[in-house]
């Protein structure tokens, strides 16, 4: 966050305190809370806040938000950002080898592998995966505190019946958007005359089956809030169960 972000952030301190009951901070509690997290952006701090107060557990304390609540939720975040663990990373790695295979990787397995590729080439596989790991580790441990986002992209191999199906799985993972994986499919019996409009229809056809299956990011996240407002009304839910039980209990024990 730079100065200009203060106010906002401020003001966001503010919402929290109204919404959990509390008081709200003073002038120099919020500039050591501005201090203590301003190496992210406001927009991963806002988010960070939400994730807080509907976290199941954390979320339940009626406490103001601590910035160490806003490291905790930004790297734990961070962790699960869709990105391969090593030992996967070398594997997804080790199918880019055949120039016939598509595969879909990460920018981070690329730059890995370019690192290894000197080993792998001496014959040397144990040492080119221990190279391999090693590169990817740095990689991996530099776009997390860089806050990028995971990026797939499509290495093409010249094998048409294998590129289709991992470009479907792909877009079935939410890896790569149908739109641009219809632009890489090889267009159908292209080889065998079929007119040009006949071979746009199919491209198309396909296109509208990957979009039907495809989950978009907004949906995504909205299932997740979904998931997690449901959650919290089950926590809810108990607690009331628990004291209705509580209040029966002590007036039966009032009435004997």
């Known amino acids: 966050m730079s100065d200009d972000d203060f106010d906002a952030f ?26 203590a997290v301003r190496r992210y952006p406001l927009h991963i701090v806002e988010k960070a806040i939400q994730a807080h107060l509907i976290d199941p557990v954390e979320g339940r304390f009626k406490t103001m938000v601590q910035p160490a609540h806003i490291v905790a939720q930004i790297e734990g975040a961070a962790a699960n950002d869709g990105r391969p663990d090593a030992d996967e990373a070398w594997a997804i790695a080790m199918r880019a080898d055949d120039e016939a295979v598509t595969v879909v990787w990460t920018d981070e397995i690329s730059q890995a592998l370019t690192a290894a590729r000197p080993v792998l080439a001496r014959g040397d596989e144990v040492g080119a995966r221990m190279a391999f790991k090693a590169a990817y580790g740095r990689l991996l441990t530099q776009a997390r505190k860089e806050l990028r986002p995971v990026r797939w992209v499509a290495s093409l191999g010249h094998d048409l019946t294998q590129r289709e199906a991992v470009l479907q799985h792909a877009v079935d993972l939410g890896q790569l958007p149908a739109p641009h994986v ?48 449901q959650t919290e009304r089950d926590r809810l839910d108990v607690l009331k169960a628990e004291t209705a039980a509580k209040v029966a209990q002590h007036q039966q024990g009032a009435r004997a």
Do not use: W, Y
């Open 182 to 229: 219809a632009g890489l499919l090889p267009p159908p019996a292209a080889e065998s005359g079929i007119p040009d409009d006949a071979v746009a229809a199919e491209n198309i056809r396909k296109l509208h089956q990957m979009l039907a299956k495809a989950i978009t990011p907004s949906e995504k996240c909205r299932r997740e809030a979904e998931a997690a407002s």
């Open 10 to 35: 401020m003001a966001l301190l503010d919402d929290v305190a109204a919404l959990r009951q509390l008081p709200v901070l003073s002038d120099r509690a919020k500039l050591l809370f501005f201090d």
